[in-house]
């Protein structure tokens, strides 16, 4: 059992709750005037900080959403409203990926930037990774936060970090056995293609002595067809974490699996809402996540929609931690889901179909409009020397799963991209003379 702060991991839930209100007002009165953005918002909602007495008051404050900071950036450019501080204070500028949308920039200073290592020492700790684990961190450095927190958690726990950016995949495959790496940290999706890549070149991938998987950036190794192919070709175990650039590291995955992934609430106050009517949902229901951030007082989020659907469990979990639990990780993005015939699909339950499937390598789903009405196409890449054959099944499988039958073809092999950061496999095109959509 590894800890990162049992003393907070293990509060019982009435100390928790004082522990937030505590930092949630300290916060909020320090943002009050110093920050223009949360400032101006509040003003207008007519709330203030002394407004603000239990954590259910929380709910008295506006909800903010990605466009607002977004198009904060492209009214007040090149940097925004949402600094608490003068620009002399930052240490720090990433940005988000842009898959979504206009890329955001998020800004750290010190304190929040050993903040961003402590959410990761979480991450890395759920993981049982310790001092005397080597870390390589299969990412390349850019702009994109991704795995540049991961770095100060390694220094957080003391394990030995080992940086791959630069590297192709066979290169990495090679530095993570002569290094003898004990964890990898990169996508669910760049996992399966580091595999992938080994069994192109003959290399033997369990002469790398590892024994987990930390993954980020896409809820892949939340799905249970993911996790389980990732775990059987690293023979390591797979762990999920969640998180944004503009929100921080907020959860991740214990030993305790399938347990769902801890919201680390001595840093975060989570609510779960219904996307269409912003009413609060029940624990064991599932809604949008609105996070809150406590540690972040130069770039905050607060009652920041992240258009992720989660369930809460606040049942203690057999680890010790007293945290709550997203059931099944990010379950998918309220945003995302599509109707297909008559049918809610979403990307995730796709994607945990076909990769029960062991031969498929890559695939790609398009939904498309025809004659008014929408189908879906897959293409799937099989292993070499897979039976063509093994299409009908695939087709099969989805269509006693989903209710309908998708339109399922094989494509040549590396046909379809691959990807390191986030994949992009979901495709719709309404129009067949419009552009997809992501």
Not at 32 to 37: H, L, T
Not at 190 to 210: C, K, T
Request: charged content about 25%.
């Amino acid at each position: 059992m590894t800890y990162f702060d049992e003393a907070t991991e293990t509060l019982p839930r009435e100390q928790l709750d004082a522990l937030q209100l505590n930092k949630l007002q300290m916060m909020i009165s320090h943002l009050w005037e110093k920050n223009r953005f949360y400032t101006e918002k509040w003003k207008a909602a007519g709330v203030q900080p002394s407004d603000i007495h239990s954590l259910g008051d929380l709910a008295r404050l506006p909800l903010t959403r990605k466009t607002d900071l977004t198009n904060d950036q492209a009214t007040h450019g090149p940097f925004g409203t949402n600094l608490t501080y003068p620009l002399e204070a930052y240490v720090r500028m990433h940005q988000t990926s842009g898959t979504t949308g206009t890329p955001l920039k998020v800004f750290d200073t010190i304190e929040s930037w050993d903040w961003w290592g402590r959410c990761w020492g979480h991450v890395l700790a759920g993981a049982g990774v310790t001092a005397s684990d080597r870390v390589f961190l299969a990412f390349a450095f850019g702009p994109f936060i991704g795995f540049w927190a991961a770095v100060e958690g390694a220094r957080k726990i003391g394990a030995l970090m080992i940086p791959g950016g630069g590297r192709d995949s066979q290169q990495r495959l090679e530095m993570m056995r002569a290094a003898g790496a004990t964890v990898l940290c990169c996508t669910p999706s760049y996992a399966l293609r580091m595999v992938e890549i080994a069994h192109e070149i003959g290399f033997d991938i369990r002469s790398i002595p590892l024994k987990a998987t930390v993954h980020a950036g896409e809820p892949g190794a939340s799905v249970p067809a993911v996790k389980q192919r990732i775990e059987s070709s690293w023979a390591a175990k797979c762990f999920d974490h969640a998180g944004a650039s503009e929100v921080g590291a907020h959860s991740f995955e214990c030993h305790v699996q399938p347990g769902g992934t801890h919201l680390i609430e001595s840093e975060y106050i989570a609510e779960v809402l219904n996307p269409l009517t912003g009413e609060a949902v029940l624990p064991g229901d599932r809604g949008e996540l609105v996070i809150t951030n406590l540690g972040r007082w130069g770039f905050p989020v607060i009652r920041y929609c992240t258009g992720d659907l989660v369930q809460v469990n606040l049942d203690r979990c057999q680890c010790g931690r007293t945290l709550l639990r997203f059931e099944g990780g990010v379950l998918g993005r309220a945003d995302d889901m599509v109707t297909v015939r008559g049918v809610n699909v979403f990307p995730g339950g796709i994607e945990n179909i076909i990769r029960s499937f062991t031969e498929v390598d890559e695939f790609r789903v398009t939904v498309n409009k025809v004659k008014q009405m929408d189908e879906m196409d897959i293409e799937v890449e099989l292993c070499a020397g897979t039976d063509p054959e093994l299409v009908h099944a695939i087709v099969s499988k989805l269509d006693s799963m989903l209710g309908f039958r998708p339109r399922v073809k094989q494509v040549l092999h590396n046909a379809l991209p691959r990807f390191e950061m986030k994949a992009k496999r979901f495709y719709v095109k309404l129009d067949p003379d419009l552009p997809d959509i992501v």
